[in-house]
């Protein structure tokens, strides 16, 4: 009779003796199953079924026996059950068969263990028995046992008194998959629950009859556990939960319950066990449907006997340690623990296969008959059809080559070094043509670096070593290896870096940069990013590496630190810097400090990759970088590029509220104002990012958005737009599809660098990647410079005059530090793969000298391009090289894989045939694509090595084969598409574009046999949804009739179709379309509900040559130039190809129909001058049926006086021609004085179209102007009367200020006062001017004729929208009676911005009142008449004025960077602005005498001077002009173009109405008339100048540098220096020569030194060391495992930063895991630790674990540090 205690019987291992007695066995019959489905599509799944008689022996002693008996099995691939609602646990398995013999007879070998204190000690198995075998066994052990809270005394409990058990408890306990936490809890079953379980037959009513049920439920957290046997290589990214349960994305459970009967908890009797284990995973990460899979054991008692059967003894014994999975080991080896296998597998040698670790005979039977040769034919005969596949063209799709290149990948990955050499030759010698061969060898380079096992690096660097690839291939190559290595030891990080110093790699810069990067980024990764243990399969090798190792002290970083000192060019110190951070060691930052600070000759660029490395350290030194950063933020004597680099760093680092609001109240003290608009933008762009958009919250940007909307208020605001510094964040959250991004764009702009920065990071529901993140930069003042050089094609002239006032004024003696040229780019993809290229001089004029060479002898390039060129270019990516093994309840791995292969191809022939004077072109190629994001999940079956599997499948695939033919003659260019080599008429389908999403499931031998993936293996089965599928055929619209046969197919079961369905699709993207074409991949089928479906779902873009008419498609394109003059009739630019390549004029061909267009459309338009231009395209389509089309377009635009005209006629005799002929005219505007005459803009376009121009017509009409209540309120509003008052105040004060001795406590009074409210009446003026020039009145008027039915249907659309959008503003509604004319008259509000619109059509009035000016448009409508549409668009675009503008009047200078001084100018010339640098003329001198200011400018060489005349009123003014000594007469109204002496250079003159002269260069825009001097910097570049008018880069720190380029005491000072003193004036007063002496015997500092000496005395190296002062440091230890955070309980002894052990002891230390759940105590805890904080509660929290420890006994600096100097 059975009365055992079922917890005894489960609890054993706390007291067994007591329990189980000597020759006590129980019997069990056992049966499992494990099987993989998508549930949710179908109730169709693949797995596997097994049954067997179990006896479970107690020995005595703890000591126990397990054997099976009769064991069966069966594996299945079908649909379980018609009704997909009925789960998994229900449905019924096919019958299982008897295992076969040679299995049976180790399956029955019994096992014994030992239980000592709940835990598994000592289990005895045969060597002759297969690793899984054991593992099964394992999980019958795991199934079996149940472990009681170690202070639970089970003597006193049971044996000795009636104490009850527990009924919850929680313990720690040892399985297949690790230590994880399980929780018990026994109730009892309600009498309710027993027909279930009497059903399901887990217990028998008669034998349990009269007693009660009771059950022990275990449930296993996967989230809590301290140690992990899992197997995962996860890339790319990492994911936003613990190592365990990620939301939807990814579940797993276990459950196990101890059913038993009795008359109470202490007399209950066993009846069945029943283990059930779930996982769910969702391999495309968004919102579809999950693959389910599970795992059911029941144990059932059959009986419990007194007398133990005999079993067989245990041949060739064995003892291992614990319950952990055990993975199979090379040369059939075996380990004694968990800790010795991981010893073993990490020790196994770089070179050698892992063939060894498969073909054991007993481990698996058919593997062993596999060798290296068998595989390395396999490999030729796959290499072989996939170059055929790549060459074919019919049915590219169906081929699946990315998953073929994968699956060879895999056979690959088997070998060792040594085969893959012999492979590779094997090969090269193949007997395949040359072409072919060549795609063979190219393959076998590209799959050697994506499958990523230690061996295939090692044969990667014999490759590029032995000159086998070229620098491209080398460099992608090594950039590549971070993404794909798999176990990175110590030993193959070794290989690596011995690769990195070959002379081959050091050949050439490119590779040695990138080398240098690529590995620093795979020992990060290895030994220091915390990532490491998601990414790497950690937990079965150990950690490969760590921070502590001493090869990144002694090897790595010193050999960094050399290439560093002793780089050969800027480019090699910058990949060095950005080497050294990306290493992301804390060693790093006293070696990064000081170019972070920019000593010892930094450039730039070198100082912001500096500042941008530091990032790297910001996980370990978070807070210490933070400071670092902080320091160089908030310091104003930093360079502005310098600031803006920390800030954005510091912001990735989440700086805390303090640090938001510091930066928030700055900008109100802010003197940078470009500075002042990054950092605004920055908190604008946050704050405005809402919750709802954010794809996570547990990221920085979450944070930052937060933190920026709590403090955007405190901010100065400033009008940002898209100015030269300009940062913008943005986030975007697709609820329907769980996805989402966020992305962050950067652009700065400086006199020192100019960058673009651009990071993408996507969300895919808890999988965290950045798919691309670059930065691009150029900087450097000397690049026009190093291009004129090599050409000197025009020949530079300079005037003697302005040469004698530079050397006067020493302009040239101290300029800006000059830096030089550099430019690059840098890019990360997929967070691993880090790609770098530079160019500087050195690189860059060679190219230049190269460039005009070709340009000055075409026939040279002709030689070298000449002839047939062969294109045969292999690509392949793996992009998500994800695999993950994890034990099962049932002891088979759960196997789950995804990866996203790629091919790219391209073969063909470039022929360039040079017989003519310009060179034919003809290019054959066939270019194919071939990616897939393929997955499943399920096991292997043991018995017959199959794999047993259900997933998903998607695809995408172009291939487009052309020949294509051009040759440009005469004018004219002609293009050939046709059928390449591998096309002709007889090909059959050409699939150009295929997308397929297939769920699968399959039973098929592992790849290593068959070599073929999951989809290409015969019985692979596809599951179908309830849905039926639907196959359509839809013709491409207009292919027919060009001959072409184009189909798109679709073979689909999506429910989402017509317009519902498209609305469906576009609600998952928030009808955004660049949503949809960043996720372009979730692009599948629908469900009923709108939900996203991976059901199977094709479309193919297909192309049928066979019957297809056309064969070939010529284009033909004619193009004439035409260019006017004042002077000249209309003229054509032609390009004439002699011995040298010349542009030159001709006069127009009547003869030439293109000309005659050109010259009808200039009479026409009757302009002054102007271009022209006439297009004439023919298309024919040749074949069976023959087409041809004619299209020409002739359009004109020029200029006569105020207007501007143009014409376009584009005509076609297929369809319709379309005529349109326009007219824009500005007004005459008065500059200075008040408008007179009425300001008003006249714009008239009439557009004609039809089978002629003549058929229909439209004509639109219209005045923009400004009203007469505008104009009336221009004069009587308050900033009017303002303007006004502080005029006479302003005049008032000058006046004063001139009767005071200058320098007195009086005069200096004055002059404050007098800045005071000369700022006030330049605002108010300002906005009066802008208020006399408003147009806000806008009428226009359309008038038509008769309009066909397309256009009144648009016309029908475009009312109902209007309508619609303004119904809440219609005011009145009146009908109308207008015949063929609608009339439009719109009146702005600018205060209330706010519009009026009256809307007049043939039928109807209506009115509208108070429309809304949309926000963002605020500031560009209503426009002004005072500048061109262009200029307003531009100022609303960047935020602010386009060009800077600088004002010299009535003794104040406001100079471009908007500071206003006083400042008198007298009778000497002075310089208001000029540029400094070497080889550039450019300058604008004032003076003034008679209160008249006179000009001066200097350009290439000529001189053009501008005074008052004699004759000069303040009603009638008239003027001197003088250019290079000849006078120009300039009337009212009038223009002159004045052409320069050297480079091309031209002065454009024109008077307005109320005579005020503006002289626009090709440098600046002059505004005079006499009195006033506004000038504006019209360069878009950066460029520094001189003068009273300062240097426009929004910068007023340098407001006070002399003509010298020394910093002044003042500003007044600094513009006493740009006075040029000659014989015809006067000399200085005696207090401005006191004070400029006194200047002039100063020491000359310039802004760089001055910067310097403002800066801090703390250096950043002082922060970064102030942790180092004292090596040895009590703290506690932190241990990370995966997730989980662990913290010593005491502290300990530990080094310092940058401080290395001299010697060390061994120590047992207590540790204390973290609950998972609490991310925000694990950040507290994890911070204090880090910080070096003592923590005495950790004491009486619970010991997770105890680990022995080698803890340091003396600690020292290492010689690192002498590299910091």
Not at 330 to 350: C, F, H, I, W
Not at 1145 to 1174: D, M, R, W, Y
């Amino acid at each position: 009779m059975r009365t055992l205690n079922i917890l005894i019987l489960l609890i054993g291992a706390v007291a067994c003796e007591p329990f189980f007695h000597s020759g006590r066995e129980h019997v069990f019959y056992y049966k499992g199953k494990m099987m993989t489905g998508i549930p949710e599509l179908d109730a169709h799944y693949s797995g596997l079924t097994m049954e067997a008689k179990l006896y479970f022996q107690s020995l005595g002693s703890q000591q126990y026996r397990l054997a099976m008996e009769n064991i069966k099995y069966n594996k299945f691939n079908e649909r379980l059950s018609e009704d997909k609602s009925e789960n998994w646990r229900q449905l019924q398995t096919p019958e299982p068969a008897q295992v076969p013999d040679e299995h049976q007879t180790y399956l029955e070998y019994p096992i014994e263990f030992s239980m000592q204190d709940g835990e598994i000690r000592g289990i005895k198995v045969s060597e002759r028995e297969p690793v899984w075998s054991v593992n099964l066994k394992k999980s019958l052990i795991s199934l079996i046992k149940v472990q009681l809270p170690s202070n639970f005394d089970i003597k006193s409990n049971i044996v000795r008194g009636p104490t009850s058990f527990p009924r919850v408890w929680e313990v720690m306990e040892s399985g297949l998959d690790g230590k994880c936490e399980n929780t018990y809890q026994t109730v009892e079953i309600p009498e309710s629950e027993l027909p279930e379980l009497v059903e399901a037959k887990y217990i028998d009513r008669e034998r349990c009859q009269n007693r009660k049920i009771f059950q022990v439920m275990k449930t296993r957290n996967v989230n809590k556990c301290s140690e992990r046997t899992a197997y995962q290589v996860n890339q790319p990214g990492q994911t936003l939960c613990p190592t365990g349960n990620c939301d939807n994305m990814w579940q797993r459970t276990s459950m196990t319950r101890y059913i038993a009967c009795g008359s109470s908890e202490q007399d209950m009797e066993l009846e069945v066990i029943v283990n059930e284990a779930e996982l769910h995973q969702n391999l495309r990460a968004f919102n579809t449907e999950s693959l389910v899979s599970g795992v059911k054991q029941v144990l059932k008692v059959e009986e419990v006997r007194s007398e133990l059967s005999s079993l067989p003894q245990i041949p060739s014994p064995r003892t291992i340690e614990g319950l952990f999975y055990e993975y199979p080991l090379a040369n059939g080896k075996t380990s004694k623990s968990y800790r010795d296998q991981q010893k073993k597998l990490r020790e196994m040698p770089v070179t050698s296969d892992f063939l060894s670790a498969l073909s054991n005979r007993e481990e698996h039977s058919i593997l062993a008959k596999l060798s290296p040769s068998t595989l390395k034919q396999r490999i030729v005969e796959h290499l072989e059809k996939l170059s055929q596949d790549l060459e074919e063209v019919e049915h590219f799709g169906k081929k699946q080559v990315s998953v073929n290149v994968l699956a060879v990948s895999k056979i690959f990955s088997l070998l060792g070094t040594e085969d893959m050499k012999s492979l590779y030759e094997q090969v090269k010698q193949h007997s395949a043509n040359e072409q072919q061969r060549e795609v063979m060898t190219h393959l076998v380079q590209e799959i050697a670096v994506i499958t990523g096992t230690s061996p295939a690096i090692v044969f990667t660097r014999h490759l590029i070593e032995s000159g086998e690839l070229n620098l491209y291939r080398i460099v992608m190559t090594i950039s590549m290896l971070p993404h794909y290595v798999r176990t990175p030891t110590i030993e193959l990080i070794n290989q690596i870096f011995e690769l990195i110093k070959s002379p081959v790699v050091h050949q050439h810069e490119s590779s040695k940069m990138n080398a240098m990067l690529a590995f620093s980024t795979i020992v990060n990764r290895a030994c220091i990013d915390r990532s490491r243990f998601e990414r790497f399969p950690v937990f079965v090798y150990g950690e490969f590496c760590t921070s502590k190792n001493t090869e990144i002290t002694t090897k790595y970083i010193p050999y960094l630190v050399e290439q560093l000192k002793s780089a050969r060019s800027t480019n090699e110190r910058a990949a060095a810097i950005l080497s050294l951070g990306s290493l992301g060691h804390e060693s790093a930052i006293q070696i990064l400090i000081p170019y972070v600070e920019g000593r010892d000759n930094t450039t730039p660029m070198e100082q912001r990759l500096a500042i941008y490395s530091l990032h790297h350290l910001g996980e370990e030194r978070r807070s210490e970088v933070l400071n670092i950063y902080s320091s160089l933020v908030f310091n104003p004597t930093e360079d502005r590029d310098t600031r803006i680099a920390a800030f954005n760093q510091m912001l990735t680092l989440e700086p805390s509220a303090v640090v938001f609001q510091k930066l928030a109240t700055s900008t109100w003290f802010e003197k940078d104002t470009e500075f002042h608009k990054f950092v605004y933008a920055t908190l604008k762009s946050l704050s405005e990012i809402e919750e709802t958009e954010q794809s996570n919250t547990h990221t920085p940007l979450y944070k930052n958005s937060h933190m920026a909307r709590q403090v955007i208020h405190m901010a100065k605001a400033i009008p940002t737009g898209f100015s030269y510094n300009f940062n913008y964040f943005g986030s975007e959250w697709l609820k329907s599809l769980e996805v989402g991004y966020q992305v962050h764009y950067a652009h700065t702009s400086s006199e020192r660098i100019q960058q673009v920065y651009s990071k993408v990071e996507y969300f895919l529901q808890q999988l965290k990647f950045t798919p691309l993140e670059f930065c691009t930069f150029w900087t450097g003042n000397n690049f026009a410079k190093e291009v004129s050089e090599v050409f000197n094609s025009v020949e530079k002239k300079f005037s003697s005059e302005w040469e004698e006032i530079i050397s006067m004024l020493s302009l040239k003696d101290q300029t800006k530090d000059e830096t030089h040229f550099q430019s690059g780019i840098w890019a990360r993809l997929f967070d691993d793969v880090q790609i770098m290229h530079f160019v500087n001089t050195d690189n860059f004029r060679p190219i230049v000298e190269r460039v005009k060479k070709v340009i000055e002898s075409p026939i040279e390039l002709k030689k070298q391009m000449c002839g047939k060129t062969p294109l045969n270019f292999v690509k392949v990516n793996n992009w998500a090289p994800t695999e993950v093994v994890i034990p099962s309840d049932m002891g088979f791995p759960i196997i789950i894989e995804l990866h996203m292969p790629g091919v790219l191809s391209v073969q063909g022939e470039l022929n360039v045939e040079c017989s003519g004077v310009v060179p034919s072109v003809s290019l054959e190629v066939t270019t194919k694509g071939s990616s897939a994001l393929t997955g499943y999940v399920g096991t292997i079956c043991p018995f017959t090595m199959d794999m047993i599997a259900t997933g998903v499948e998607e695809q995408f695939n172009f291939n487009y084969p052309v020949k294509m033919t051009t040759h440009y003659n005469n004018g004219k260019l002609n293009m050939v598409f046709a059928h390449n080599s591998n096309t002709n008429s007889s090909t059959q389908e050409i699939d150009m574009m295929t997308y397929s999403v297939k769920p699968f499931s399959t039973i098929k031998p592992i790849v290593y046999v068959d070599g073929l993936p999951l989809t290409g293996n015969k019985y692979t089965k596809t599951i179908e949804s309830e849905d039926k599928r639907k196959t359509l055929t839809l013709p491409i619209p207009y292919a027919e009739s060009l001959g072409l046969d184009l189909k798109l197919k679709m073979e689909t079961e999506t429910n989402a179709f017509g317009l519902q369905g498209l609305f469906d699709y576009a609600s998952l993207y928030n009808y955004n379309p660049i949503n949809a074409l960043m996720f372009s991949w979730t692009s599948s089928a629908m469900t009923q509900s709108g939900r996203a479906s991976c059901r199977h779902h094709e479309m193919q873009f297909v192309y049928n040559p066979s019957r297809s008419q056309t064969t070939e498609v010529e284009f033909d394109l004619t193009f004439a130039l035409a260019l006017k003059s004042k002077t000249e009739e209309p003229k054509i630019v032609q390009i004439t190809n002699q011995q040298q390549l010349q542009i030159e004029t001709v006069q127009l061909q009547h003869s030439k129909p293109e000309h005659q267009k050109i010259q009808q459309a200039f009479q026409k338009l009757i302009v002054e001058e102007g271009f022209g231009f006439n297009i004439d395209v023919d298309l024919a389509f040749r074949g069976g049926r023959s087409k041809s089309y004619t299209y020409s377009l002739s359009a004109t635009h020029g200029i006569r006086q105020l207007s501007q005209k143009w014409n376009l006629h584009l005509e076609s005799p297929h369809s319709m021609d379309i005529c349109v002929d326009g007219e824009f005219t500005m007004p005459e505007i008065s500059l200075r004085e008040e408008q007179s005459s009425k300001v008003e803009v006249f714009y008239k376009n009439t557009i004609e179209f039809g089978k002629s121009c003549e058929e229909h017509k439209m004509e639109v009409t219209g005045t923009t102007g400004v009203s007469r209540d505008q104009s009336k309120k221009s004069r009587t509003s308050e900033e009017s009367i303002k303007c006004e008052k502080y005029t006479k105040k302003f005049n008032k004060l000058r006046d004063e200020l001139k009767s005071l001795s200058e320098g007195s406590a009086e005069y200096k009074k004055v002059k404050e006062q007098l800045l005071k409210v000369h700022d006030k009446k330049e605002r108010y003026c300002e906005e009066k001017s802008e208020q006399e020039r408003t147009l806000d009145e806008v009428k226009f008027e359309i008038t038509y004729t008769p309009m066909p039915e397309y256009v009144r249907q648009y016309v029908r659309y475009a009312d109902l929208i209007v309508k619609g959008a303004f119904a809440p503003y219609m005011t009145n509604y009146k009908s109308s009676q207008t015949q063929r004319r609608v009339e439009v008259e719109l009146n702005f509000e600018k205060e209330n911005n706010a519009f009026d619109m009256t809307l007049t059509t043939e039928e109807e009035e209506i009115k509208y009142k108070g429309i809304r000016v949309p926000e963002q448009i605020r500031s560009l409508v209503p426009m002004f008449a005072s500048y061109t549409p262009s200029e307003q668009f531009m100022s609303y675009v960047m935020g602010s004025e386009l060009y800077p503008k600088c004002r010299v009047g009535a003794g104040i200078v406001h100079s471009f960077d908007k500071k206003s001084y006083h400042y008198e100018l007298d009778d000497c010339y002075h310089v208001l602005s000029a540029e400094t640098e070497q080889g550039s003329e450019y300058a604008v001198l004032a003076k003034e005498q008679n209160g008249r200011k006179e000009l001066k400018f200097f350009i290439s060489g000529s001189k053009l001077t501008i005074e008052p005349s004699e004759q000069y009123t303040e009603s009638r003014k008239e003027y001197e002009i003088e250019f290079d000594g000849e006078k120009i007469d300039l009337e009212r109204s009038g223009m002159k173009v004045l052409r320069t002496r050297g480079q091309g250079h031209y002065y454009k003159l024109w008077r307005s109405v109320d005579d005020v002269i503006v002289v626009e260069t090709p440098f600046s825009r002059v505004v005079y008339d006499g009195e006033t001097i506004e000038l504006e910097n019209t360069r878009m570049t950066h460029s520094e100048l001189r003068g009273l008018c300062g240097n426009p880069n929004m910068d007023k720190r340098d407001e006070t540098v002399t003509a010298q380029g020394c910093v002044a005491k003042s500003i007044y000072t600094a513009a006493i220096s740009y006075r040029v003193q000659d014989r015809t004036c006067s000399t200085l007063s005696q207090y401005k020569q006191h004070i400029y002496q006194q200047q002039q015997q100063q020491q000359c500092k310039t802004i760089k030194s001055q910067q310097q000496q403002q800066k801090k005395t703390v250096h950043l190296t002082q922060l970064a060391l102030k942790e180092t002062e004292e090596c040895s440091q009590m703290r506690h230890a932190l241990i990370q495992q995966g997730n989980t955070i662990c913290i010593s309980q005491v502290p300990v002894v530990q080094c310092g930063n940058g401080c290395d052990a001299r010697t060390s002891l061994e120590k047992v230390v207590p540790f204390t895991c973290l609950p998972t759940n609490r991310p925000r105590v694990i950040r507290l805890y994890e911070e204090k630790v880090r910080r070096g904080e003592l923590l005495p509660e950790l004491r009486n929290m619970e010991n997770t674990f105890k680990s022995e420890m080698d803890i340091p006994t003396s600690c020292a600096l290492p010689g690192i540090l002498k590299f910091s100097n």
